[in-house]
Nanobody, 120 residues
Framework: QVQLVESGGGLVQPGGSLRLSCAAS????????MGWYGQAPGKERELVAT???????NYTDSGKGRFSISRDSAKNTVYLQMNSLKPEDTAVYSC??????????????WGQGTQVTVSS
């Protein structure tokens, strides 16, 4: 069993910044990848950014140039630095982890999410 706990969300003015954190704990063998997803009201959950075990990162267009994902492997923690926030960034942001067992299978885990609200 693996647990993911997000933190760092809140209310911020347009143009402001937040840093989200996601800490993984429990029965972890190896984390192959971690990512951040956002779900705005009335919309489907969509990918924001991912980072793999070798440090490779990927971003979708919505956050590219404004958001940055990083990972502290020793702490099994991933971060999302969010700069120049816009009202349309308002969403519940959830952390995802792909956990392996040094074999061919991966297990997909999700956190409960943290609310980011961008408003004046």
């Amino acid at each position: 069993q693996v647990q993911l706990v997000e933190s760092g969300g809140g209310l911020v003015q347009p143009g402001g910044s937040l840093r989200l954190s996601c800490a993984a704990s429990g029965r972890i063998f190896v984390i192959n990848a971690m990512g951040w997803y956002g779900q705005a009201p009335g919309k489907e959950r969509e990918l924001v950014a991912t980072i793999t075990s070798d440090g490779s990162t990927n971003y979708t267009d919505s956050g590219k140039g404004r958001f940055s994902i990083s990972r502290d492997s020793a702490k099994n923690t991933v971060y999302l630095q969010m700069n120049s926030l816009k009202p349309e960034d308002t969403a519940v942001y959830s952390c995802n982890a792909l956990v392996g067992d040094y074999g061919p299978l991966e297990y997909d885990y999700w956190g409960q999410g943290t609310q980011v609200t961008v408003s004046s």
